[in-house]
């Protein structure tokens, strides 16, 4: 658990970091043209602008007691990133493995990993949703899946 | 042709057998996965996008309109079965619904909220119909500058509504614009932030940031929860509720309807914001307002049928001139546009096969949701017992295969994650996403619309602030941002005023 004023500093800091690189790298772009502002005026503004907000927030926050704002509920982030981790998995193999071998590998992962249910249970759970997926995207909405080195 | 003409032409197009069913399935959908806690109507609609693509669009939208005010009666289930709103819309409902079904009258609770959901979305429909033509009337002759000006005003009114805090919404609004920007220019043709990578020089897809945010954000923050709901069992036979219980809920349908209506028509303000101020409301006009919180059948009624009748009103904005009034609305918006339609002012005109057929299909939609959820409401109630272990990954896969479906395009996939990592950060510190989403969609039409202004008034702003129809609505825009310090003052001056009149006391 960390207290919401921590959080909402670490928030800050990060979009403020971000602030200052999106400003950086609209005021490569044109500003102003002949016929009124260029591709780089709005986000130059919105980056300054972030960073004012950002500022802000940073600056409530930072004096703030811990207990001021009450608590951001990340007590349990490690399942948060082990599912994360899956979808990032998901997305890293989706082109190698073709999408329907992914999904089942995904749901695999997730019902036995995160989830801790029986092999009997999440093994047939999981190929049934690899399956259901085939038939609505393949065969009811005509959209053709990722194929993958294995060719499905 | 008359509004009544318009509307009977509108149900030639809604009772065709296709639009019909499509019509049942978006009512069907919207209950089901209303009553899943953690999914709400903004997640279910970005989710179920991806079937319509590439189809008719009249029959697209009137099913996900049926997904959006079905979903809305859907929630109405967790709130009063298991004290756990589906959606935000449906935090009053558990208040006295939860409470009678605590007393064993679980199932008239869940009967009136169906025929107050029926009565309040004819209305809204009622009034959709009334309002929308004139509006779209008077919208026609929006020039660039008004266009922007109202945009902005959407944009800031869903911000300033949008969350617990201000200032987080500020920013949760400027990230949507700032990735907004991503992509080539469309005035000047210029690339922005695309890397060199040819798939972002359209930009960035609202859907990924929609399922992101609404989809996977929403089932990490559940997956940690364990969530594992005691359900109270109903006796289903004591559905309908008494005569007398239906008179007594009179007042609160009208209310619910009317003042929800007018809510769902502001941008920004939305269902939710409708369902609690009816809700006061109700208390307010009650000869017994003490017993409000403790299972009075009113307190179900009202907010339940404002939550269905702003979802009509939110369209009021959407169709006619193109500005989303919240995220779920927002998700419709990018939609009409992926189907290549125009919206504005003069969607009415030139697809009036569209705007009617969606309209008389919400009247066959309502009068579906109250023939369906009363005899069906045990059966739509188990789906309160689908474990969340199975659901969780199959919500996950169904976001990422569904924007992938799109465009074919596994780049999108790699948003959808980066959208998911911001979307957990901004649930777990209180950053609304519904701005995030609105911003994204109406971030491009914006910029044209500044751009086009200020080349009209060769660079000069004052064509923002001065001009009949444009000058108020930046105005309210502003009084929208300035409205935090506006309250802490009266509450200020109020509290001074309160301590001097007992000063003068003792």
Same mark, same amino acid.
């Given at each position: 658990?960390?207290?919401?004023?921590k959080g909402?500093?670490?928030?800050?800091?990060?979009?403020?970091a971000f602030?200052?690189?999106y400003s950086?790298?609209?005021?490569q772009l044109?500003?102003?043209?002949d016929?009124?502002?260029?591709?780089?005026a709005?986000?130059?503004?919105?980056?300054?602008?972030l960073?004012?907000l950002? +500022?802000?927030?940073?600056?409530?926050?930072?004096?703030?007691?811990?207990s001021?704002e009450?608590?951001?509920?990340?007590a349990?982030?490690?399942?948060?990133?082990?599912v994360?981790?899956g979808?990032f998995l998901?997305?890293? @193999?989706?082109?190698?493995?073709?999408?329907?071998?992914?999904?089942?590998l995904?749901?695999?992962?997730?019902?036995?990993?995160?989830?801790r249910?029986?092999?009997?249970?999440?093994l047939? /759970?999981?190929?049934?949703t690899?399956?259901? $997926?085939y038939?609505? $995207?393949?065969?009811?909405?005509?959209?053709?899946?990722?194929?993958?080195? $294995?060719?499905? | 042709?008359?509004?009544?003409?318009m509307?009977?032409?509108?149900?030639s197009?809604?009772?065709?057998?296709?639009?019909?069913l499509? =019509?049942?399935?978006?009512?069907?959908?919207?209950?089901?996965?209303?009553?899943l806690?953690?999914?709400?109507?903004?997640?279910?609609?970005?989710?179920?996008?991806?079937?319509?693509?590439?189809?008719?669009?009249?029959?697209?939208?009137?099913?996900?309109?049926?997904?959006?005010?079905?979903?809305m009666?859907?929630?109405?289930l967790?709130?009063?079965?298991?004290?756990?709103?589906?959606?935000?819309?449906?935090?009053m409902? =558990?208040?006295?619904?939860?409470?009678?079904?605590?007393?064993?009258?679980?199932?008239?609770?869940?009967?009136?909220?169906?025929?107050?959901?029926f009565?309040?979305?004819?209305v809204?429909?009622?009034?959709?119909m009334v309002?929308?033509?004139p +509006?779209?009337g008077?919208a026609?002759?929006?020039?660039?500058?008004?266009? /922007?000006?109202l945009?902005?005003?959407?944009?800031?009114a869903?911000?300033a509504?949008?969350?617990?805090?201000?200032?987080?919404a500020l920013?949760?609004?400027?990230?949507?614009?700032m990735?907004?920007?991503?992509?080539?220019?469309?005035?000047?043709?210029?690339?922005?932030?695309?890397y060199?990578?040819? /798939? @972002?020089?359209?930009?960035?897809?609202?859907?990924?940031?929609?399922?992101?945010?609404f989809?996977v954000a929403?089932?990490?923050?559940?997956?940690?929860?364990? $969530?594992k709901p005691?359900?109270i069992?109903?006796?289903w036979?004591?559905?309908?509720?008494s005569?007398?219980?239906?008179?007594? =809920?009179t007042?609160?349908?009208?209310?619910?309807?009317i003042?929800?209506? +007018?809510?769902?028509v502001?941008?920004?303000?939305?269902?939710?914001?409708?369902?609690?101020?009816t809700?006061?409301?109700e208390?307010?006009?009650?000869?017994?307002?003490?017993?409000?919180?403790?299972?009075v059948?009113?307190?179900?009624?009202?907010?339940e049928?404002?939550?269905?009748?702003?979802?009509?009103?939110a369209?009021?904005?959407?169709l006619?001139?193109?500005?989303p009034?919240?995220?779920?609305?927002a998700?419709?918006?990018g939609?009409l546009?992926?189907y290549g339609?125009?919206?504005?002012?003069?969607?009415?005109?030139?697809n009036?096969e569209?705007?009617?057929?969606?309209?008389?299909?919400m009247?066959i939609?309502?009068?579906?949701?109250?023939?369906?959820?009363?005899?069906?409401?045990?059966?739509?109630?188990?789906?309160?017992?689908?474990?969340?272990?199975?659901?969780?990954?199959?919500?996950?896969v169904?976001c990422l295969?569904?924007?992938?479906?799109?465009?074919n395009?596994l780049?999108? +996939?790699?948003l959808v994650f980066l959208f998911?990592?911001?979307?957990?950060?901004?649930?777990?510190l209180?950053?609304p996403?519904?701005?995030?989403?609105l911003a994204?969609v109406?971030g491009p039409?914006?910029?044209?619309?500044?751009?086009?202004a200020?080349?009209?008034?060769?660079?000069d702003?004052?064509?923002f602030?001065?001009?009949?129809?444009?000058?108020p609505?930046m105005?309210?825009?502003?009084?929208?941002?300035l409205?935090?310090?506006?309250?802490?003052?009266l509450?200020?001056?109020?509290?001074s005023?309160?301590?001097a009149?007992?000063?003068?006391?003792a």
């Amino acid at each position: 658990m960390i207290s919401m004023a921590k959080g909402n500093v670490y928030a800050a800091v990060v979009l403020l970091a971000f602030a200052f690189y999106y400003s950086y790298e609209s005021l490569q772009l044109p500003l102003w043209t002949d016929v009124g502002p260029g591709a780089g005026a709005l986000p130059t503004l919105s980056g300054i602008l972030l960073a004012v907000l950002a +500022l802000a927030l940073l600056l409530r926050n930072a004096r703030k007691s811990s207990s001021e704002e009450g608590e951001a509920d990340f007590a349990h982030w490690r399942v948060a990133l082990t599912v994360l981790f899956g979808v990032f998995l998901f997305v890293l @193999l989706a082109k190698t493995l073709g999408m329907l071998l992914t999904i089942l590998l995904f749901m695999v992962l997730y019902t036995l990993g995160v989830e801790r249910i029986r092999w009997p249970v999440a093994l047939p /759970f999981s190929a049934a949703t690899a399956g259901m $997926f085939y038939l609505i $995207f393949e065969v009811w909405l005509d959209v053709p899946l990722a194929i993958g080195v $294995f060719g499905i | 042709m008359d509004v009544l003409g318009m509307l009977a032409f509108g149900f030639s197009v809604a009772l065709t057998p296709t639009n019909l069913l499509l =019509c049942l399935l978006g009512v069907v959908i919207g209950t089901v996965i209303g009553a899943l806690p953690g999914l709400g109507p903004a997640g279910t609609v970005a989710m179920l996008l991806p079937f319509t693509f590439g189809r008719d669009p009249t029959g697209s939208m009137i099913m996900l309109a049926g997904i959006y005010y079905g979903g809305m009666y859907g929630g109405s289930l967790t709130s009063i079965l298991i004290n756990t709103p589906g959606e935000s819309a449906s935090v009053m409902t =558990c208040v006295d619904g939860y409470q009678m079904a605590r007393q064993g009258r679980a199932a008239v609770a869940l009967g009136i909220s169906a025929i107050a959901s029926f009565v309040a979305g004819t209305v809204g429909v009622v009034g959709l119909m009334v309002i929308a033509p004139p +509006l779209a009337g008077f919208a026609v002759s929006f020039g660039p500058p008004e266009y /922007f000006a109202l945009m902005l005003m959407g944009l800031m009114a869903v911000t300033a509504v949008g969350g617990k805090s201000m200032l987080k919404a500020l920013i949760a609004g400027l990230f949507g614009l700032m990735m907004a920007w991503v992509g080539t220019d469309k005035m000047t043709g210029v690339p922005r932030f695309t890397y060199s990578q040819p /798939f @972002l020089l359209d930009g960035i897809p609202f859907i990924a940031a929609a399922m992101g945010i609404f989809g996977v954000a929403e089932v990490l923050v559940n997956v940690e929860r364990k $969530f594992k709901p005691e359900i109270i069992q109903a006796r289903w036979r004591d559905l309908y509720p008494s005569l007398q219980e239906l008179k007594v =809920c009179t007042g609160a349908f009208w209310r619910g309807s009317i003042i929800g209506f +007018l809510i769902g028509v502001l941008p920004g303000a939305g269902a939710t914001i409708a369902s609690f101020l009816t809700y006061a409301v109700e208390k307010k006009a009650s000869k017994y307002p003490e017993k409000f919180g403790t299972g009075v059948i009113e307190g179900v009624a009202a907010p339940e049928g404002a939550n269905n009748a702003a979802t009509a009103g939110a369209l009021v904005p959407l169709l006619t001139l193109g500005i989303p009034g919240s995220g779920t609305a927002a998700i419709m918006l990018g939609a009409l546009m992926m189907y290549g339609l125009k919206p504005g002012p003069l969607l009415m005109e030139k697809n009036p096969e569209f705007f009617w057929g969606v309209v008389a299909s919400m009247y066959i939609g309502n009068v579906l949701l109250l023939i369906i959820n009363l005899p069906l409401v045990p059966l739509f109630a188990k789906v309160l017992n689908v474990p969340y272990w199975a659901l969780g990954p199959v919500v996950i896969v169904m976001c990422l295969v569904g924007v992938y479906s799109l465009n074919n395009s596994l780049f999108d +996939l790699w948003l959808v994650f980066l959208f998911s990592v911001a979307g957990y950060f901004m649930k777990k510190l209180d950053f609304p996403g519904p701005p995030v989403v609105l911003a994204l969609v109406l971030g491009p039409m914006m910029e044209t619309n500044m751009k086009r202004a200020l080349q009209i008034s060769h660079g000069d702003v004052g064509i923002f602030f001065f001009r009949p129809i444009a000058g108020p609505l930046m105005a309210i825009t502003v009084a929208f941002l300035l409205w935090p310090l506006i309250r802490s003052m009266l509450q200020r001056r109020r509290g001074s005023e309160l301590a001097a009149t007992r000063l003068d006391h003792a």
